[in-house]
């Protein structure tokens, strides 16, 4: 037996004793007439129970716990915040506790007020050798529920980011284009590179970009300096003249050490993800806006007009490179469209979310629901075993909100905050 399952017999009003009343330790008729709100903090597990104790309307906190001993162990009879406690709820009654002021407590033993096919629905799930605890039960829930849960889901993983996001938003002293940036690269570098990005746009003054954003080689020369992938022996001439031209750079600006070379990853990566590309890729994104990206993206309403921006392609040098000095068959290395939907998915939208928290924009969020809604699912490997057990994501509302599930809710076997958990735990395996 487990705390946190006859909290869930509680929280959603599934003890009973029918016919007949409940009754606790004592004899007297206990009847729930609202079970309170969970606290999810340090304290009581729920405030403000309205429960009938006898002839008594009692108003107050319910804790829970597997035996009444647990009380003890907890240390719940020398802490005033427990002194209101009007219900103790346990699956097994082995002791009879006090409170810090040395009163007894009401206690209900539940261990015969439930149905016990709830508790071995639960025990298989979380008994479930499988990649998920539901895995072989998902046709148990009805997709609909399923589809609106992962909405839900997908503006919590929102709610995530913020977190994060406001963060670098006070180290970059509110400076929006600044963020939009950071939070660009990061994407750019992807799984591997995503680290290493961020902390190449911390090794530049923003100052002496936005200077120089009229000037590609000066930026392409900076953004590769400052890398640390100018540091080596070239043989052909564009790479020597960035390096020449950074050289110059690192004299005329105070620039911080570059970064060093082994931080950056190469192995098992597509050619198209390549550090060096993307740096260049990056230098003509903000080439071309004029460092103003955030800014032309806030008067934008279009996710096509946000792909525009975004479909790109460097310098001429990279048709045939996708690393400095090594040439590769000839082709257009444009910013391809799955990186693109993973910069809007995962830096856009959070950095937008933020925006209109900060500027008091409600309508954003609403905004932001409908952008991820116009934009096609992630495919990874999470994705993809996800697609065999639910069915394909529609969009990256869907996406994200099964990513959420999978790492916040699966992964921890938390089935009993779950809308999938408790529509299975409710039906008959």
């Known amino acids: 037996m487990r705390e946190d399952f006859i909290a869930y017999l509680w929280k959603h009003r599934l ?18 007439l609202d079970p309170g709100q969970e606290n999810m903090h340090a304290g009581p597990d729920f405030f403000a129970a309205r429960v009938r104790i006898g002839d008594t309307l009692w108003v107050g906190n319910v804790e829970v716990h597997v035996r009444s001993s647990s009380w003890f162990a907890h240390g719940h009879h020398e802490d005033h915040a427990y002194n209101n406690i009007i219900l103790h709820v346990v699956y097994l009654f082995d002791k009879e506790v006090v409170n810090q002021q040395g009163e007894p407590l009401t206690h209900l033993e539940v261990k015969s007020y439930f149905d016990q096919g709830l508790q071995q629905n639960y025990r298989l799930l979380l008994g479930s050798k499988s990649w998920i605890p539901c895995e072989n039960l998902m046709d148990r829930v009805d997709p609909l529920v399923f589809k609106h849960w992962l909405y839900r889901l997908s503006v919590c993983r929102l709610e995530r980011k913020t977190k994060e996001v406001v963060q670098y938003l006070h180290y970059f002293s509110h400076h929006w284009e600044q963020l939009f940036l950071f939070m660009l690269c990061r994407q750019l570098g992807g799984k591997a590179n995503a680290t290493t990005f961020g902390m190449l746009v911390q090794r530049i003054p923003y100052r002496v970009l936005a200077r120089n954003y009229d000037q590609l080689t000066v930026l392409e020369a900076l953004l590769l300096g400052q890398a640390g992938l100018l540091e080596k022996d070239f043989s052909e001439y564009y790479p020597c003249m960035l390096q020449n031209e950074y050289r110059y750079l690192k004299k005329k600006y105070p620039l911080p050490q570059p970064l060093q070379t082994n931080l950056w990853k190469y192995a098992r990566m597509r050619p198209a993800g390549f550090p060096d590309l993307r740096i260049a890729q990056l230098a003509m994104i903000y080439h071309l806006h004029h460092g103003q990206l955030f800014n032309k993206i806030l008067g934008m309403k279009e996710t096509s007009a946000y792909s525009r921006l975004l479909t790109v392609s460097p310098s001429g040098y990279w048709n045939n490179h996708y690393r400095l000095d090594k040439q590769s068959g000839s082709r257009e ?97």
Do not use: D
């Open 15 to 32: 003890l009973r004793a029918k016919p007949h009343p409940m009754f606790s330790v004592r004899g007297e008729p206990v009847e729930i």
């Open 333 to 429: 290395k444009k910013l391809g469209r799955e990186t693109i939907n993973a910069i809007l998915i995962n830096a856009l939208a959070p950095v937008l979310f933020v925006y209109g928290k900060e500027k008091n924009k409600p309508e954003m969020t609403e905004y932001i629901i409908q952008l991820l809604m116009s934009l096609p699912p992630e495919q990874n490997q999470i994705i993809k075993r996800w697609l065999q057990i639910a069915g394909s994501p529609k969009c990256a509302a869907e996406s994200q909100g099964l990513l959420e599930l999978y790492k916040y809710y699966c992964i921890p076997r938390k089935c009993l905050n779950c809308v999938a958990g408790h529509a299975i735990l409710g039906k008959n395996i």
